[in-house]
């Protein structure tokens, strides 16, 4: 089955500045990469996703980048604000399952 | 905004108690999840269901688990016997078709086992 890794685990960054998180998948038939968001005591949240047929996509401060020859796909935030502190989760699936990252705790010092 | 909702929020059972979870997934959507979240660590996928039958499930998935959508509305999860170990959040999740991909997950429901 998919294996997900994702890095750093703990990311501590000053507002304004950028911040990048990324993982590796192992199933190369794996085609949707979706970012996920997960705020103290909710569930994730789907902030962004990327399909196997696009390289890169962006949506305002996020952008998250693939490299399907590599098996690794990318999360950017410019810009930090305080309200982007959060655990975020990167996900690799095929079809009807989804296997997460480890998530990282994103921490956006004013 | 249509959502995934759960209960109950928080759950604390005894050693070898079941316990039922259940979700209300959006009422459109075709596929059926659930997923769980041991406290700090990764979310792991437990089952996937869909036309009212198991599509996929994991190794944590073992014979104590099982799931239901007993009418056109709930989707329950089933812990037979429950273990110190099954002390965790549970997710739902539900999407309206495989080729969309986005997963709603409901805001969960917090198992205790003492």
């Known amino acids: 089955g998919e294996n997900v890794e994702q890095h750093p685990s703990t990311l501590s960054v000053q507002e304004g500045d950028s911040a990048v998180i990324k993982c590796t998948y192992s199933?190369?038939?794996?085609?949707?990469f979706p970012w996920y968001k997960q705020e103290l005591g909710k569930g994730p949240q789907l902030i962004i996703d990327?399909?196997?047929?696009?390289g890169e996509k962006k949506d305002q401060r996020i952008a998250v980048t693939l490299n399907k020859t590599a098996k690794h796909f990318s999360l950017h935030i410019t810009e930090t604000q305080p309200e982007d502190s959060a655990v975020y989760f990167c996900?690799?699936?095929?079809?009807?399952?989804?296997?997460f990252g480890a998530g990282t705790r994103l921490t956006v010092k004013p | 905004e249509p959502e995934v909702t759960q209960t109950p929020s928080h759950q604390v059972t005894q050693m070898g108690q079941e316990v039922i979870l259940r979700c209300v997934p959006i009422?459109?959507?075709?596929?059926f999840y659930w997923y769980r979240q041991i406290l700090g660590q990764k979310v792991e996928f437990l089952v996937s269901?869909?036309?009212?039958?198991?599509?996929?499930k994991s190794e944590i998935f073992d014979d104590q688990f099982s799931v239901e959508r007993p009418d056109g509305s709930n989707f329950t999860l089933k812990i037979r016997s429950t273990k110190l170990e099954d002390s965790a959040m549970y997710f739902c999740?539900?999407?309206?078709?495989?080729?969309?991909?986005?997963?709603?997950f409901g805001e969960g429901s917090r198992l205790t086992v003492l």
């Open positions: 009422s459109n959507h075709l596929y």
């Open positions: 269901f869909y036309n009212n039958e198991i599509s996929e």
């Open positions: 999740a539900s999407k309206r078709t495989t080729n969309t991909g986005e997963l709603f």
């Open positions: 990327i399909r196997s047929n696009v």
């Open positions: 199933d190369s038939a794996s085609n949707y």
């Open positions: 996900a690799a699936s095929e079809y009807h399952d989804m296997r």
